[in-house]
């Protein structure tokens, strides 16, 4: 990664992806950035490929991408919570709890797609706890979402009283349609995470929710002189996460017809580092949410590198686990020695 | 501005108020629970906090330097089971020694922490998420699901908990107790009277300029997470010799209570300020809901919601008195500056 | 005395009545990234002696500053300290050889005590803090500066003035030799700002010699025992003060000759825009009752402190009033936040621009939209990214600010250029009334003279402005009626003919004409 980023940005910025987007400002600053990520991640799959070529099998490929959907949704929502300087520790239960109510409602005989429209809303209603919680009592959303780690992680294990739950009948359209891989290759659910990111992609650049989330993060108190609702802004964002997670839960049930009492515990840190290696800082200010897709990508492509090179799977926690930490270092040195390439041209203009 | 505003800051009030709060907790659930007022209840939650308090000890020194350890439940959890299954397959070790082992281990995991975040500049809460899986996937993949039971534990060990070291008439004051206080009135006054650990409220108080006046930040935010990591090592003993009983699971969930003591007990998630004897009034707190919600026999799913949600009300009372008081405090400031206009800046 | 006739042409070569000098920068230059930001500069300053910097933003003076507290390493050239070459590697061991900065903004701990704060970077105080004898010996140094300061509490909540006040402390208790003080009288009151050349002089006389870098003009001619000119990173000239103006100091700076401070043509109309009775902010201000007319520009003076801002804020609706009653164009309105501000037509230009202004890491298109960001809404919700962009080039015309694109992110502009964005984001929201806080702070020469012509412009398209400012020549040149403030109350609104230097002054302090002697101050 640390060799990739350099030359190729430059070339791509200023030549295809520079002349595409000609008339955003802020997209042809953000995008080297992103194609430094992109450009490890290819690099990255080349190297896995030539060593063991079944790796590129398409097949492989989009299995890959289809597993990377549910944390990669929820690394979307991340992407605006960390540009507004917050964080939500707290996606891994509300991906599993509106997981939970949206089976159980199937369970009861509801309608799967309603099912499932009540898992969003149930998502919804978590994070607006989350923001409820943080905006009233004035407290980081860092303990709050440690405090409702515990509680939605609790009530869920309530709901369903530690068993997994298994929805009826399988064979119902939501079922076979969100499991479904289109000419037996593409998952459905990797199109909608394409979809999503392109979507967010939209709402973060173009539309003034997404300008506000960055204000605000970069700088809250010029933010509320030039009349942004500071509170709101910091709320529909803890909000948004709270409904792709209950869509990503939703959806993970139709995609694996269960619900496994602890899936999702341990979700937040792949969702945060992947955040953070596709390029949004944790101090705020901006986000890239095609960063964060290929940051997903990256480690879940070295996930599956990891089982290709056939290491023992009792360590496959801890190489995955260190993996993340080391992309995350390598990627944050890269960083930083641009930081100071940037800093020192800053001080020369002051 | 009064005499008591002069003379007392808004955060001394404040350690006050957390007394007070822990004295309407014990109340309440007096009131909840037959037989509350016991010694037994007393030592029962006196040994939880004590193992709350040691390991916020350490996770204050990393919050003053604006960082944030959320590994200390895995690094407890690691030190309990390894140390454990040492002693119980060589029951004749020297205790101290033993002791020794506990507090390598969790200096050596905060050593892991500390070289992360220093010098790999990532930040603290992604290395300590992924810390706290690597450390509890090591134990889980190393122990091949095995339990340390009590009976392969040597008497000592399972003596140490009940050793009584300052009987106050009937009621017992017991050793890892006192322990616990040692630590607290060694750090105490380490934070006052230390040069090098002034440096952890400067570096949190202030990173620019602690930059810029070649403070040495990274070996000092190193020192604070292997400090902490080798408090919480010592955790991990106490919670061996006061369960006995260690699985892969011994720990989990600590981080919550050790942050929210620490985020209660008045030390700045932001970093720079805060203090190691609040962060024990905070381990008390959040040490006697635990034990008293346990005590109350609910099942341990709810006993995590309602622990979750008491802990957020507790972060966010104190958070609500500290305002009011600050408010309180200010504004009796404002009026000693209107007197003198010339002194006064004009910031909105 | 080794200064390079070349570079110091306007100084005597043959003068060498200054003894040895203390620190000496030999032909220095750095480059960054394509730009030569210092250009083989040579300097030398000497033990007592007050030596001002002056140049426009981008001149060099923070690079140069940077290299000798060891923040930056030059690519050419040598820096001798008491005559002994030295190489300083960080701004510890600048500190350790007793070269000490002082910055605009003080960098102190605001979570450490006074006392910690003077004394934190001595290495040699043992690894006990000997908490008794620390509070004496800051007690020792504060009284010997004559500044009263509770050594035992925190730093958080001091005056600017009294956190530069511990900067010098810290500086003298490490036996300094060499003091660098940037822009140190930025933020300060006219008052404020004599109590610190009392401690410049004193330190003066101890023997330390000290690098003074300011853009008020009147300061450096007050305090300065020679001036250096700084250009495109190269230096110009050195004066002694009795041979140097401020007009040809000037001229030196932009290259050309500025005329700075001519009085703005009057354009104010009949009918008020704004009408102000009794406005009042509890324990803040009082009192205060003006009418504002489309076109006129009403300045707001007086010291530091005495209120102004608060009532830009409580106009505003940042920090509501809570006593009297505002009009606009004649009806009666309550503002509480700033968007109902906004809604009103009101917009303030804040005087803190980084904190409060911009959005820095945010480009000059984004940051110039943000208040407005409705009007640039297609049906669907989504921005139209062309027009914001072309509203953003046709400010980047009108108003000259001088950047490469308006896609570039503001914090990599200079202050003068970052304070057209500020402007162009209040203009772009269309305001009848126009609330300028400090519009010229921290801006150098050139630009201050743009602004100033921008806002006359404005003033004759209709707009009522206010001009709340700490320079009084600016005050005075600009404004139509001059509104002047004392500790939170009103103390007279001065019209063209009535206001001075002398009246204003003697109004902002309280005085009877009589006893009227500090109209210099400012």
Known sequence: ?350 | MTWLQRHVRPEQIRELSLLLLIVVAIFFFGSLIDGYYTFRTFNRIASSVAIITVVAVGQTLVVLTRNIDLSVGSIVGFTAYFVGTLIASHNSINPFFAVAIAILIGAALGVVNGVLVSWGRVPAVVVTLGTLAIYRGVLVDLSGAKTVTTDSLPQWLIDLPLLNVLPIGSLDIRALFVLALVIVVLFHLGTIYLSFARRFYAIGSNPEAAQLIGLPMKSVVFLAFVICGALSGLGGFMMLARFGNITVEAGRGLELSVVAAVVVGGVNIFGGSGTVTGAMLGAALIGTLEQSLFRLGISEFWLNAVLGLLILLAVASDAIILQRLRALWTRAELKLIVGAPEKRGTQP | MTLDKEHSPALDPGDVDDGKPILEIRGVAKRFDGTQALDDVSLALYPGEIHALLGENGAGKSTLIKIVTGVHQPDHGQILLAGELVTIRSAAEAQRLGVAAIYQEPLLFPDLNVAENIFISHQDRGSIVGWRRMFQEAEAILAELGVALDVRSPARGLTLAAQQSVEIAKAISMNVRVLIMDEPTASLSAHEVQQLFKLVKDLKRQGVAILFVSHRMEEVFEIADKITIFRDGRLVSTRRRAEATPQRAIADMVGREIDLLKARPTTARKDPILSVVDLGRQGVFEGVTFDLHRGEVLGFAGLIGAGRTDVGLALFGVEPATSGTIAVAGKPIVVRSPREGMKLGIAYVSEDRRQLGLILPMSIVANVTLPSLHRFLNRFGLIRTALERRTAESFRSRLAIRTPSVAVAVAKLSGGNQQKVLLSKWLNTNPSILILDEPTRGVDVGSKAEVHAIIAELASEGIGIIVISSDLPEVLALSDRVLVMREGRQMAILDRAEASQESVMTAAMGQRPADSASGRAL
Do not use: C
């Open chain 1, 1 to 350: 990664m640390t060799k990739t980023d350099q030359a190729p940005r430059r070339a791509l910025s200023s030549t295809r992806l520079g002349a595409r987007s000609a008339p955003s400002a802020r997209r042809r600053l953000r995008l080297p950035e992103e194609a430094g990520v992109l450009v490890a991640l290819i690099v990255m799959i080349a190297v896995i490929g030539f060593a063991k070529p079944r790796f590129l099998n398409p097949i492989n490929l989009f299995t890959v991408l289809g597993n990377t959907t549910f944390q990669g949704m929820l690394s979307l929502g991340m992407v605006y919570l960390l540009a507004i300087r917050e964080i939500d520790l707290s996606v891994g239960w509300m991906f599993n709890f509106s997981a939970v109510v949206a089976a159980l409602l199937m369970v009861a005989g509801a309608n799967p797609w309603l099912a499932m429209i009540a898992g969003i809303a149930f998502g919804a209603l978590l994070g607006l706890v989350n923001g409820l919680l943080s905006i009233t009592l004035r407290l980081p959303s860092i303990i709050v979402t440690l405090g409702t780690f515990s509680m939605f992680e609790g009530l869920s294990l309530v709901s369903n009283n530690g068993r997994a739950i298994n929805p009826p009948d399988p064979t119902t359209s939501y079922f076979t349609l969100i499991s479904a891989k289109i000419f037996g290759v593409v998952p459905v659910v990797a199109i909608v995470f394409v979809l999503l990111t392109v979507a967010l992609h939209f709402v973060l650049h173009r539309t003034r929710f997404g300008y506000r989330v960055q204000a605000v993060g970069s700088n809250p108190d010029a933010a509320l002189l030039a009349g942004i609702p500071n509170a709101l802004v910091r709320l529909q964002t803890l909000v948004l996460m709270g409904v792709i997670a209950g869509l990503s839960g939703s959806m993970y049930v139709g995609f694996r017809g269960a619900i496994d009492p602890q899936e999702g515990s341990d979700f937040v840190l792949t969702v945060i580092a992947a955040v953070i290696i596709g390029g949004t800082p944790l101090s705020g200010g901006y986000g890239t949410v095609f960063g964060a897709m290929i940051g997903m990508l990256i480690i879940q492509v070295i996930a599956s590198g990891i089982i290709f090179f056939g290491i023992d799977a009792t360590w496959s926690t801890f190489v995955t686990g260190a993996v993340i930490i080391i992309a995350v270092v390598l990627d944050q040195i890269v960083r930083y020695h641009r930081q100071r390439r940037a800093n020192a041209q800053r001080f020369n203009e002051n």
